[in-house]
């Protein structure tokens, strides 16, 4: 994502403010995955992963745990 991507997320343009905002939550998501991967691998808790996001321990475990599949 280039910084022109996130300025057009500001554009007057609705359609292409809507298609950068999901280019962003897409990127987002994706990044959320890998450090969140990143952090249990390096024997962080959920709970310290959910402070850092600055959600629930129950909401980041739901969200990721699956994937991992380790509790």
């Known amino acids: 994502m280039s910084t022109t991507d996130v300025t057009a997320a ?3 343009d609705p359609a292409t403010g ?3 905002i999901r ?3 897409e ?3 994706r990044l959320e995955v ?3 991967s990143s952090a249990r691998d390096r024997g962080w808790s ?3 992963i959910a402070d850092a ?3 629930s321990r129950q909401a ?3 969200k990721h745990a699956r994937s991992r599949k380790d509790d």
């Open 23 to 25: 280019a962003l939550r």
């Open 60 to 62: 980041v475990h739901k």
């Open 10 to 12: 500001a554009a007057d």
């Open 18 to 20: 809507l298609r950068a």
């Open 34 to 36: 890998l450090q969140v």
């Open 53 to 55: 996001l600055g959600v």
């Open 27 to 29: 990127l987002a998501d």
């Open 46 to 48: 959920w709970q310290q």
